[in-house]
């Protein structure tokens, strides 16, 4: 059974009269532990893709199964919950919250669970450890170096253990020396069976994943790593 | 999320942004101190009124002479039959009715007191010896008017305080003969100084005899009876009995007016009651505008924190635990307003107090609980529709709003 799977999602916004396709007839299956990089032009859906696929939006069409389970039914409270448990997100602009410090940004979604203050601190100590943030605990995101809000970002999308990280354009707000380290750790974590999904501009990152996904018009134009048939009918049908 | 947990993401989030926490405070406290200052000022004038009714005597019917109730001119009566005089046996006649405890008739005129070169003029009052419980007075020195026949006035005079200090000086006063009109007077006893009061100003006042009053005036008739009833119960009771006694007395005439002290201090105690009531339904009304101004704080807020909104709902937060933690900010922001402004209020009735001793001003219990519970009801009320609002968000759209 696929981590993943989308079949014949449609996702149209309408802009005044006009309508923009922003997904359409998407079908797309990713497996447990996978690492993907979805690439293509400004435009192309990438970001829409990784919306839906978080749960932060739902398609006009079509159905997405998370772990055989059809996601599309489930009711807000419900799909919240399946955030907090199995999805961890990592944005280009890090979404820090500004008045908390380094690692009360890391325990939010503890917090937002209710887990117990003792079992909060304790994974948060050791996450700060992972990251090297150690004597960043108390500062607050505007005290922090990009690469440092990014890694507290990260360390704040795996301290729930999700089964995937969907992140996007994680690199995009970083030179290119903390900007590889960023996804050094993210290959880190997909290293221990993390599902990984990357959207990114730049073709070297692209390269470095085990499968590449191109977008363009709200349709799949490439899929490097078809793996099952429905992935190689999409590869083969880039219209 | 735990309920520690919201309270300190909503303190946070409060004391993160202080203008416009400050704002919602401040309003909220405006308000409830408003509440609390006004209905201190409307009962501080009730409860003053009423003690100055209460330290005239208890259980008092007060008669005067002639027809009308406000003591004013009646035409009909002044045709009909010359107004006949209050006389101290008028006075001795009331304590037959049963109802009556003991009664104190009372001449008032104008006369200069004199001693040793110094003068000036007082207001004499003549009476007898039970003026003194009757009007629950006390002596700071020496004693009251002597227990004696009211027909035989002896020449004696107790004064107030400040005509004491005025005649005298240091000097003792007891004992000490003054000249009253063309009467020498012995002095002796001194009233304990009261301050300014409803009526008469008993620190400026000369009382002697009445017989002696009536000889100095040259005149029969008495200003006023002041009967003290047997007890509450008995009032109604003493005034019918006093007003058939004089009735009888004047050849079947009513010529008299009997007040009850009680009556008056009804009338007064409704009026200003409602007056207070009344003001503190104004106070409320600023209570109200203070909670829309919480409400729109907390809509700014919301508006302001849409991206967080959408971070915390990314993160996994369900509807429920955004509204309860804007709601409790809505609180917190109400609760702190109503703190402070029952503060600035106490402060505000106190420094009432220190300038105008005489005016007990403070708020009553019912005026500060429904103060605080108003304020209290209003942020929450007005903080619902903000936090549903915000708990409402799309997450995506709310992520990517800036
Ligand atoms: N909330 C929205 N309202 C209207 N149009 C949108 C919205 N979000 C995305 N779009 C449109 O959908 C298309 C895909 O956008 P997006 O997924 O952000 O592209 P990418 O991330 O690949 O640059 C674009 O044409 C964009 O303008
Ligand atoms: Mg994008």
Redesign the interface.
Same mark, same amino acid.
């Given at each position: 059974m696929a981590l993943i799977e989308l079949s014949g999602i449609e996702r149209v916004f309408h802009l005044g009269d006009s309508e923009v396709h922003a997904l359409a007839a998407l079908d797309l299956s990713i497996e447990a532990g996978e690492y993907v990089a979805v690439m293509g032009p400004s435009g192309s859906g990438k970001s829409t893709l990784l919306?839906l696929l978080?749960?932060? #939006?739902r398609p006009n069409a079509g159905t997405y199964r998370l772990e055989g389970r059809d996601i599309t039914t489930l009711s %807000? #409270?419900e799909q !919240?919950?399946?955030?907090?448990?199995r999805i961890g997100?990592v944005f280009q602009s890090f979404?820090l919250? %500004?008045?908390?410090t380094a690692a009360e940004n890391i325990a939010? %979604?503890m917090?937002? !669970?209710?887990i117990? %203050?003792r079992e909060r601190a304790e994974r948060v100590a050791q996450a700060l450890r992972d990251y090297g943030l150690e004597n960043r605990a108390d500062h607050r995101p505007d005290q922090l170096s990009g690469g440092q809000r990014q890694r507290v970002a990260i360390a704040?999308a795996t301290i729930?253990r999700p089964a995937m990280i969907l992140a996007d354009e994680p690199t995009g707000n970083l030179d290119r020396a903390t900007g590889d380290e960023v996804v050094r750790l993210l290959e880190e974590l997909n290293g221990r069976g993390v599902t990984l999904v990357v959207v990114t501009h730049d073709q070297g990152l692209g390269a470095r994943a085990r499968r590449q996904i191109m977008m363009e018009d709200g349709h799949l134009k490439r899929d490097s790593g078809a793996s099952g048939h429905r992935n190689a009918e999409a590869a083969g049908n880039p219209s | 999320?735990?309920l520690a947990?919201t309270f300190r993401?909503a303190r946070?989030?409060a004391t993160?942004n202080p203008l416009r926490t400050a704002l919602s405070v401040l309003a909220m406290s405006i308000g409830v101190a408003a509440v609390v200052v006004l209905t201190a000022l409307g009962d501080g004038a009730r409860r003053y009124v009423v003690d100055q009714f209460s330290s005239l005597g208890t259980n008092l019917v007060i008669v005067l002479p002639g027809r009308s109730g406000t003591g004013g001119f009646n035409p009909a009566t002044a045709i009909t039959s010359t107004p006949r005089d209050l006389t101290v046996d008028d006075a001795a006649a009331i304590l037959r009715s049963p109802a009556v405890k003991r009664l104190a008739p009372l001449a008032v005129g104008l006369s200069e007191i004199s001693y040793g070169g110094r003068l000036r003029e007082a207001t004499v009052a003549g009476t007898t010896a039970e003026f003194l419980e009757v009007r629950r007075m006390d002596l700071a020195q020496g004693r009251f008017l002597p227990r004696e026949d009211w027909n035989r006035g002896s020449s004696v005079a107790v004064i107030g305080s400040k005509i004491r200090e005025e005649l005298f000086g240091p000097e003792p006063a007891i004992g000490q003969l003054v000249r009253l009109g063309d009467r020498r007077l012995r002095v002796v006893g001194v009233l304990k100084s009261t301050g300014q009061g409803l009526g008469m100003n008993t620190d400026e006042l000369v009382i002697v005899p009445v017989a002696l009053a009536q000889a100095i005036f040259n005149s029969n008739t008495l200003f006023r009876i002041l009967v003290e009833a047997k007890s509450r119960e008995a009032i109604p009771q003493a005034k019918d009995q006093t007003l058939e006694i004089i009735k009888s007395r004047h050849q079947g005439e009513e010529d008299v007016t009997v007040i009850t002290q009680d009556a008056v201090l009804a009338t007064f105690d409704k009026l200003l009651s409602a007056l207070t009531l009344g003001v503190a339904g104004i106070a409320a009304i600023s209570l109200a505008v203070a909670g829309i101004l919480v409400m729109n704080v907390m809509l700014v807020a919301v508006t302001q924190r849409t991206?967080?909104i959408?971070?915390?709902? @990314?993160?996994? @937060?369900?509807?429920?635990?955004i509204r309860l933690a804007f709601l409790m900010e809505a609180a917190m922001l109400s609760t702190v307003g109503a703190l402070v402004g029952y503060g600035l209020g106490q402060a505000g009735a106190f420094a009432i107090r220190q300038f105008f001793p005489v005016f007990p001003a403070y708020a009553p219990q019912w005026a500060v609980i429904a103060g605080l519970g108003t304020a209290l009801a209003t942020g929450l009320i007005f903080g619902v529709m903000p936090a549903r609002r915000a708990a409402r968000l799309d997450?995506?759209e709310a992520?990517m709003r800036r």
């Open positions: 919306n978080g749960l932060l #939006d %807000p #409270d !919240a919950k399946v955030r907090s448990e997100f979404h919250v %500004p008045r908390l939010l %979604p917090t937002l !669970a209710g117990p %203050p704040r729930m | 999320m735990r947990d993401f946070d989030a993160g991206g967080e959408g971070l915390l709902k @990314a993160l996994g @937060a369900p509807a429920r635990t997450p995506v992520l």
